[in-house]
Nanobody, 116 residues
Framework: VQLQAFGGGLVQAGGSLRLSCAAS????????MGWYRQAPGKQRELVAA???????NYADSVKGRFTISRGNAKNTVYLQMNSLRPEDTAVYYC???????????WGKGTLVTVSS
């Protein structure tokens, strides 16, 4: 499985960005997809995740501002980021997990920079 993420960039505080991630290769119907981020000097953290059934969960820091969704093809995931803050600046990574098989895949990160 390969994951490719798009949509990072530079935006001013208060602005919006939409990240996209597409998975290719062997896709299972019961995979979960999500976004993590890692800021300089910090550990990677979960931003948002969504199950194959559409249940989403969010980090407290992004609730009400970010929305995760899956595409009709199920092997794509999006992260709509609104009201961006400088502290959202990080490299964002797409993740695909298949808990039933103990498998997990990561895409290359995409940089999001929010200027104040």
């Amino acid at each position: 499985v390969q994951l490719q993420a798009f949509g990072g960039g530079l935006v001013q505080a208060g602005g919006s960005l939409r990240l996209s991630c597409a998975a290719s290769g062997t896709i299972f119907s019961n995979d979960d997809m999500g976004w993590y981020r890692q800021a300089p000097g910090k550990q990677r953290e979960l931003v948002a995740a969504i199950t194959s059934g559409g249940t989403a969960n969010y980090a407290d820091s992004v609730k009400g501002r970010f929305t995760i969704s899956r595409g009709n093809a199920k092997n794509t995931v999006y992260l709509q980021m609104n009201s961006l803050r400088p502290e959202d600046t990080a490299v964002y990574y797409c993740n695909l997990a298949i808990p039933s098989r103990g498998m997990e895949y990561w895409g290359k990160g995409t940089l999001v920079t929010v200027s104040s």
